[in-house]
């Protein structure tokens, strides 16, 4: 459901950019056909000669954004499913807009656009106005704009700290689920009444439309929960019908603050794609997971719950339990190996009676007509039903007579776990929770602080953080090498096209100053930082290269007809305002309803929405100025040095 949100997200996306090529072409064509109506020259060579000036920079600026989305692929696990498909959707429908741009429009545009004398629209005239004067402050005081853009990039770096970090953002489904982890040794019977007493005590809320419940595990073993386990499934009403509770939140704490009075229930609110999603991350059905991994079960279960107790009071942790693998009645039977030696018993005897008398076992098959039975025999159960009855079970001798068992074997009634837990080919104990109402990363960061000052673990013993953490540091680990990569290919590609790599600097100048936007809008919106907006970063790199591509080729274009550089970049920022001003609207426009959703699904795109609208808003204002300023600055003091 994720991969397909996104692939819809990546669609937005592409919207928003897919006209950029095309109005870059066509405002070119528009433009010369309208300068050059009183020359003799025919339509045709006029487009062929203006979409020739354009050709190379539209090329290679759509080419970088293809290129800067083609390390997504490689996102592993999880993230990777998610992004690859909307990667695939921008490279393809970018690669069309681009066959669009440079073949069809010229052709369109023969038809379509008139050679005569065009006037501009009065708004375009007047961002003109406003902007001539402000180019021309910024180019006359360069290194002041630098230093205010440079500026600007350090304080939203500084800023970074204070967003937060998540692995994706929860997926509003419209539903809860609630897991409710009883007492292990619950009988059927009474679990099934506690439910149901939950139930009613839930349909009591007015959001409330209906609940479903389920105990224990079906017989297709889809999931294989014991007997005490249970899950409650609340559907709930449209939002526009609720008289209580302004939000979801305030709904699962009212609701919470109800079943509280349950006595030995531990409870789990989810939803249930996001409880499937956290298993299958992590094996627990909740967001966070602490595994304590050692050897022996009474040690882990003691640090399990010094863990839970030290980092119960920790702001955004709730649904805090340690797992409920102990309590269960068990009978143990202990061979005495000397008694054994004495009468003559092994050990593999022993177990082998007790299996035969209390479990059964499958001695031959009978034929009903076609069909086959296998006979089973065991004790009757006045035998074998308690311990008493299994000490007075016969054991053979080596000599042939029988003794009760109880006089080579220990049988004790004990309570000792479920079962056991393994993984990495160790035991481990686990405590889970969510995170409400605050960052993942930070939270994590809490419960590490805690657990070093509080708890000491005897050797052998360790900690892992698994659930949406583990995958989150993953994934982020993997975009610190994917984000220095995307910029060197851009780079790369910026040097191919120009020749020269001082130009190819100064558009990536670009890019980071693009942060300051991106970061502004998550703090702003009070989003986290996510895969998502981390996808978005990396996005918007690429967008961001697109506008500032065009205005230097310009610059260039207009020095080699002759003109000095302070009057090529006056002239050349002038003329691009339009272009480059619509090319930022379309994809701004493009992103909007992302940034403006609020149904089922919105939460996941809105992140990677908010970082390209608003990065590119301050990105589009830098390029104006700030490009021109660097341009000018590095191509006067590179004259000056070769005089």
Not at 210 to 233: C, D, F, K, M, W
Not at 326 to 344: K, L, N, S
Not at 479 to 499: E, Q, Y
Request: proline share 5%; net charge neutral; aromatic share 6%.
């Amino acid at each position: 459901i994720s991969a397909n949100l996104m692939s819809l997200g990546g669609i937005a996306i592409a919207i928003g950019m897919l006209g950029d090529g095309a109005i870059v072409m066509v405002e070119n064509l528009f433009r010369h056909l309208g300068e050059r109506h009183s020359r003799r020259e025919s339509k045709a060579t006029v487009i062929y000669e203006a979409a020739r000036e354009v050709n190379r920079p539209i090329v290679f600026s759509i080419a970088i954004i293809i290129v800067v989305f083609l390390p997504l692929f490689t996102l592993e696990g999880v993230e990777g499913k998610m992004f690859s498909p909307m990667a695939f959707t921008i490279a393809f429908a970018l690669l069309g807009s681009l066959l669009m741009a440079v073949l069809v429009a010229p052709v369109l545009s023969l038809y379509l656009l008139r050679q005569r004398p065009h006037t501009e629209l009065a708004l375009v005239r007047g961002l003109k106005a406003v902007y001539r004067p402000l180019l021309a402050a910024a180019l006359r005081f360069k290194i002041a704009v630098v230093v205010v853009a440079a500026a600007g990039l350090v304080a939203s770096l500084a800023l970074v700290p204070r967003l937060g970090t998540e692995f994706i953002p929860t997926l509003e489904e419209g539903s809860i689920l609630i897991g409710v982890t009883m007492a292990p040794s619950i009988s059927l019977e009474e679990g099934t009444k506690l439910v149901m007493a939950m139930e009613r005590e839930i349909a009591g809320f007015g959001p409330v439309d209906e609940t479903v419940s389920r105990i224990g595990r079906p017989e297709a073993g889809s999931h294989p929960h014991p007997v005490n386990y249970a899950e409650l499934h609340i559907e709930l009403k449209p939002f526009s019908e609720w008289k209580q509770f302004g939000s979801k939140a305030e709904l699962i704490a009212a609701i919470s603050s109800r079943l509280e009075p349950f006595p030995g229930v531990q409870l789990n609110f989810t939803q249930p794609i996001q409880n499937a999603f956290d298993e299958l991350l992590s094996g627990i059905k909740a967001q966070l997971a602490i595994k304590v991994y050692g050897e022996d079960l009474a040690v882990l279960r003691r640090k399990a719950e010094e863990i839970r107790g030290a980092i119960d009071t920790i702001p955004g942790l709730v649904d805090l339990s340690a797992e409920q693998s102990f309590g269960q009645p068990q009978v143990q039977i202990v061979a005495d190996r000397d008694a054994c030696a004495r009468y003559g018993v092994t050990v593999s005897d022993i177990m082998e009676m007790v299996e035969l008398a209390v479990g059964g076992e499958v001695v031959d098959s009978i034929y009903l007509n076609t069909r086959r039975f296998g006979i089973h025999i065991r004790f009757q159960e006045a035998y074998r039903s308690d311990p008493e009855a299994i000490r007075n079970i016969l054991v053979p001798t080596s000599g042939g007579a029988v003794i009760p068992l109880s006089q080579v074997a220990e049988v004790k009634q004990v309570t000792g776990p479920i079962q056991i837990n393994r993984e990495k080919n160790q035991r481990r104990w686990i405590v889970q929770g969510n995170v409400r109402g605050r960052d993942l990363g930070g939270v994590v960061a809490d419960i590490q602080q805690c657990i070093a000052e509080k708890v000491s673990l005897p050797p052998g013993y360790t900690v892992e953080y698994g659930g949406q953490f583990e995958n989150q540091q993953r994934a982020m680990k993997r975009l610190s090498i994917i984000v220095p990569t995307v910029i060197i290919l851009v780079l790369a590609m910026l040097w191919m096209s120009f020749g020269v790599m001082r130009h190819a600097l100064i558009i990536i100048v670009n890019v980071p100053l693009a942060l300051i936007g991106g970061i502004l809008g998550l703090l702003i919106t009070g989003q986290y930082l996510s895969v998502p907006a981390s996808v978005g970063f990396i996005a918007l790199f690429g967008i961001a290269v697109q506008n500032g591509m065009v205005l230097v080729t310009y610059f260039n274009d207009l020095r080699e007809r002759g003109k000095s550089v302070a009057e090529a970049v006056a002239d050349g920022a002038v003329l691009r305002l339009r272009p480059v001003l619509m090319t930022a609207l379309t994809t701004v426009l493009g992103l909007l309803p992302l940034l403006l959703a609020k149904g089922i699904g919105a939460d996941v795109q809105r992140p990677l929405a908010t970082v390209v609208v608003f990065g590119l808003a301050t990105s589009t204002l830098l390029t104006l100025f700030v490009i021109p300023a660097v341009y000018v600055w590095v191509e006067e003091g590179r004259q000056r040095n070769q005089s």
